[in-house]
Nanobody, 116 residues
């Protein structure tokens, strides 16, 4: 079955950096667009970034443009989210998502907290 396992979250200071990873299994990773979402307390889940199958097509939420970078390694079945210049408003649970055969598949999420 499809499995997505996020890692790399934690506590960062404002202006700091974190790198999230999402290890995928159970489907042909290289065939599918991958996305990162986040959900802050009391807010709806929102799209942060997405990346096409060959890494040539990336999209970002306006709030993270210029600070976050999504990438993928199809040989390792892994998608990454490099987060720089972190702000307190980036605090959220971050989720990896793949839409596989018409189904939205989610990881368990990883907590990112930005605080001094």
């Amino acid at each position: 079955q499809v499995q997505l396992v996020e890692s790399g979250g934690g506590l960062a200071q404002p202006g700091g950096s974190l790198r999230l990873s999402c290890a995928a299994s159970g489907f042909t990773f290289g065939y599918y667009t991958m996305s990162w979402y986040r959900q802050a307390p009391g807010k709806e889940r929102e799209l942060v970034a997405s990346i096409g199958t060959d890494s040539g097509n990336t999209n970002y939420a306006d709030s993270v443009k210029g600070r976050f970078t999504i990438s993928r390694d199809n040989a390792k079945n892994t998608v990454y989210l490099q987060m720089n210049s972190l702000k307190p408003e980036d605090t959220a649970v971050y989720y990896c998502k793949a839409r596989v055969r018409g189904w939205d598949c989610w990881g368990q999420g990883t907590q990112v907290t930005v605080s001094s």
